[in-house]
Protein backbone atom coordinates (compact mmCIF):
# COMPACT_ATOMS: atom_id res chain seq x y z
CA UNK A 1 0.00 0.00 0.00
CA UNK A 2 2.95 2.41 0.40
CA UNK A 3 4.66 1.56 -2.13
CA UNK A 4 1.55 2.54 -4.36
CA UNK A 5 1.15 5.74 -2.61
CA UNK A 6 4.55 6.38 -3.57
CA UNK A 7 4.11 5.90 -7.17
CA UNK A 8 1.07 7.63 -7.06
CA UNK A 9 2.95 10.60 -5.13
CA UNK A 10 5.43 10.46 -8.22
CA UNK A 11 3.06 10.25 -11.04
CA UNK A 12 1.47 13.19 -9.83
CA UNK A 13 4.50 15.20 -8.82
CA UNK A 14 5.82 14.62 -12.84
CA UNK A 15 2.18 15.96 -13.95
CA UNK A 16 3.02 19.00 -11.95
CA UNK A 17 5.98 19.37 -13.22
CA UNK A 18 5.28 18.73 -17.12
CA UNK A 19 3.85 21.43 -19.38
CA UNK A 20 0.43 21.84 -19.71
CA UNK A 21 -1.01 21.55 -23.47
CA UNK A 22 -1.23 25.04 -23.78
CA UNK A 23 2.50 25.40 -23.22
CA UNK A 24 3.16 22.75 -26.29
CA UNK A 25 0.51 25.04 -28.65
CA UNK A 26 1.80 27.20 -31.08
CA UNK A 27 0.56 30.62 -30.77
CA UNK A 28 -2.97 31.19 -31.42
CA UNK A 29 -2.75 34.66 -31.78
CA UNK A 30 -0.31 37.06 -34.50
CA UNK A 31 2.24 38.73 -32.61
CA UNK A 32 3.59 42.03 -33.84
CA UNK A 33 6.27 39.80 -35.58
CA UNK A 34 3.56 38.09 -37.11
CA UNK A 35 2.09 41.21 -39.13
CA UNK A 36 3.87 40.55 -42.75
CA UNK A 37 2.21 36.56 -42.10
CA UNK A 38 -0.88 37.68 -41.46
CA UNK A 39 -1.34 40.65 -43.91
CA UNK A 40 -0.94 37.77 -46.56
CA UNK A 41 -4.29 36.04 -45.56
CA UNK A 42 -6.97 37.20 -47.87
CA UNK A 43 -10.13 38.44 -46.60
CA UNK A 44 -13.36 35.85 -46.47
CA UNK A 45 -14.60 37.42 -49.40
CA UNK A 46 -11.24 37.27 -51.31
CA UNK A 47 -12.11 33.42 -51.60
CA UNK A 48 -15.65 32.77 -51.41
CA UNK A 49 -16.94 29.67 -51.71
CA UNK A 50 -13.60 28.85 -49.40
CA UNK A 51 -13.89 29.96 -45.71
CA UNK A 52 -11.30 29.75 -42.86
CA UNK A 53 -11.94 26.30 -41.41
CA UNK A 54 -9.37 26.40 -38.99
CA UNK A 55 -7.63 29.32 -36.84
CA UNK A 56 -4.35 30.19 -38.47
CA UNK A 57 -1.52 28.42 -36.60
CA UNK A 58 2.07 30.44 -36.56
CA UNK A 59 5.57 29.01 -35.74
CA UNK A 60 9.06 30.52 -35.47
CA UNK A 61 12.15 28.81 -36.38
CA UNK A 62 13.16 27.57 -32.74
CA UNK A 63 9.52 25.75 -32.79
CA UNK A 64 8.93 24.66 -36.61
CA UNK A 65 9.84 21.02 -35.73
CA UNK A 66 6.11 20.96 -34.25
CA UNK A 67 4.47 21.00 -37.15
CA UNK A 68 6.91 19.59 -39.69
CA UNK A 69 9.37 17.48 -37.26
CA UNK A 70 11.61 16.01 -39.94
CA UNK A 71 11.87 19.00 -42.92
CA UNK A 72 12.61 21.77 -39.99
CA UNK A 73 15.84 21.56 -40.18
CA UNK A 74 15.86 22.17 -44.41
CA UNK A 75 13.47 25.47 -43.76
CA UNK A 76 16.15 26.46 -40.67
CA UNK A 77 19.72 26.18 -42.98
CA UNK A 78 17.42 27.87 -45.85
CA UNK A 79 16.55 30.90 -43.86
CA UNK A 80 13.18 30.53 -42.03
CA UNK A 81 12.19 33.13 -39.78
CA UNK A 82 8.37 31.95 -39.20
CA UNK A 83 5.24 30.35 -41.20
CA UNK A 84 1.47 30.33 -40.85
CA UNK A 85 -0.69 27.35 -41.52
CA UNK A 86 -4.39 27.39 -41.69
CA UNK A 87 -7.43 25.25 -43.49
CA UNK A 88 -10.10 26.47 -45.92
CA UNK A 89 -12.98 24.37 -46.83
CA UNK A 90 -16.14 24.85 -49.29
CA UNK A 91 -19.42 23.26 -49.42
CA UNK A 92 -19.33 20.24 -51.22
CA UNK A 93 -15.03 20.09 -52.24
CA UNK A 94 -13.77 16.95 -51.78
CA UNK A 95 -11.21 17.77 -49.39
CA UNK A 96 -9.93 21.08 -47.72
CA UNK A 97 -7.09 23.03 -48.48
CA UNK A 98 -3.82 23.19 -46.05
CA UNK A 99 -1.94 26.75 -46.64
CA UNK A 100 1.42 26.93 -45.12
CA UNK A 101 3.39 30.18 -46.02
CA UNK A 102 6.86 30.17 -44.85
CA UNK A 103 9.07 33.81 -44.82
CA UNK A 104 12.32 33.20 -45.06
CA UNK A 105 15.42 35.92 -44.77
CA UNK A 106 15.87 36.32 -48.33
CA UNK A 107 14.59 35.40 -51.89
CA UNK A 108 17.36 32.66 -52.14
CA UNK A 109 16.06 30.30 -49.41
CA UNK A 110 12.39 30.32 -50.50
CA UNK A 111 13.45 29.54 -54.01
CA UNK A 112 15.89 26.54 -52.27
CA UNK A 113 12.65 24.82 -50.37
CA UNK A 114 10.63 25.57 -53.29
CA UNK A 115 13.34 23.75 -55.64
CA UNK A 116 13.85 21.18 -53.13
CA UNK A 117 10.14 20.10 -52.27
CA UNK A 118 9.18 20.55 -56.11
CA UNK A 119 11.93 19.44 -58.42
CA UNK A 120 10.16 18.89 -61.45
CA UNK A 121 6.96 17.30 -60.45
CA UNK A 122 3.67 18.55 -61.94
CA UNK A 123 3.09 21.23 -63.98
CA UNK A 124 4.70 24.86 -63.98
CA UNK A 125 2.31 27.58 -63.48
CA UNK A 126 2.42 31.33 -63.53
CA UNK A 127 2.10 32.31 -59.83
CA UNK A 128 4.71 33.78 -57.85
CA UNK A 129 8.27 34.36 -59.34
CA UNK A 130 7.82 30.41 -59.82
CA UNK A 131 4.53 27.88 -59.39
CA UNK A 132 3.91 24.32 -59.36
CA UNK A 133 0.57 22.51 -59.33
CA UNK A 134 0.49 18.55 -59.28
CA UNK A 135 -1.37 15.74 -57.03
CA UNK A 136 -3.01 18.15 -54.88
CA UNK A 137 -0.07 20.03 -54.20
CA UNK A 138 0.44 23.34 -55.28
CA UNK A 139 4.04 25.71 -54.27
CA UNK A 140 5.19 28.76 -55.55
CA UNK A 141 8.09 31.06 -54.11
CA UNK A 142 7.68 34.84 -54.33
CA UNK A 143 10.54 37.26 -52.86
CA UNK A 144 11.49 36.17 -49.36
CA UNK A 145 8.12 33.55 -49.19
CA UNK A 146 7.57 30.07 -49.63
CA UNK A 147 4.16 29.11 -50.32
CA UNK A 148 2.43 25.79 -50.66
CA UNK A 149 -0.94 24.99 -50.65
CA UNK A 150 -1.96 20.68 -49.51
CA UNK A 151 -5.31 19.42 -50.76
CA UNK A 152 -6.15 15.90 -50.09
CA UNK A 153 -8.08 15.07 -53.72
CA UNK A 154 -6.43 15.90 -57.10
CA UNK A 155 -9.82 16.47 -59.02
CA UNK A 156 -9.76 19.25 -61.96
CA UNK A 157 -12.17 21.37 -59.42
CA UNK A 158 -9.90 21.31 -56.48
CA UNK A 159 -6.91 22.05 -58.58
CA UNK A 160 -8.45 24.70 -60.29
CA UNK A 161 -9.20 26.05 -56.18
CA UNK A 162 -5.93 25.75 -55.55
CA UNK A 163 -4.68 27.69 -58.38
CA UNK A 164 -7.45 30.60 -57.39
CA UNK A 165 -6.26 30.50 -53.47
CA UNK A 166 -2.73 30.92 -54.52
CA UNK A 167 -3.30 34.06 -57.18
CA UNK A 168 -5.26 35.60 -54.25
CA UNK A 169 -2.06 35.21 -52.19
CA UNK A 170 0.37 35.93 -54.44
CA UNK A 171 -1.29 39.35 -55.00
CA UNK A 172 -1.08 39.81 -51.10
CA UNK A 173 2.69 39.51 -50.92
CA UNK A 174 4.53 42.58 -50.95
CA UNK A 175 7.85 41.36 -51.16
Known amino acids: MVAGRSVFLILLLLGACAPSPDDLRP ?28 PPRYFSAENLWEYINGAAE ?9 MVTLEYAAEGAASPVVVEIYQMRATAGSQSIYRKETGAAGRRINIGEEGRLG ?19 TSPALEAALEKIASVLAKRIKD
Request: hydrophobic fraction near 45%.
Open 135 to 153: RGLLAFYQGRYYVKLIAFD
Open 74 to 82: AYRAAGVVE
Open 27 to 54: EAAPSASHQALTGILPSAEELLPWEVSS
